[in-house]
């Protein structure tokens, strides 16, 4: 099973993808994170990410970069990197 998202880069089971996930207690904070793609428990026709024991069903919505060097460069982009801690995993 593939996905296509809206940078039309195909997903399929078993990647490993980079995401911005906001710190939910500290909302001000946001880190690149390793998610796995995963088959959506909820609807076995759809993938999900599986980041911090939860799934999120995979959308285009979302802000998923194939590599680390490339989530670095959004990431640099869009908060340059001020005052926003980064951790990774």
Known sequence: MNFVNLENSTYQLGDI????????????????????????PENHEELALFLYETYYPLSEEMAVYSSQAEAEAAFDYYFGGYGIEETYQ
Do not use: D, G, M, S
Not at 21 to 37: D, K, L, M
């Open 17 to 40: 993808v980079y995401v911005f996930y906001r710190n939910p207690h500290t909302q001000n904070v946001t880190n690149i994170q390793e998610a796995a793609v995963v088959q959506n």
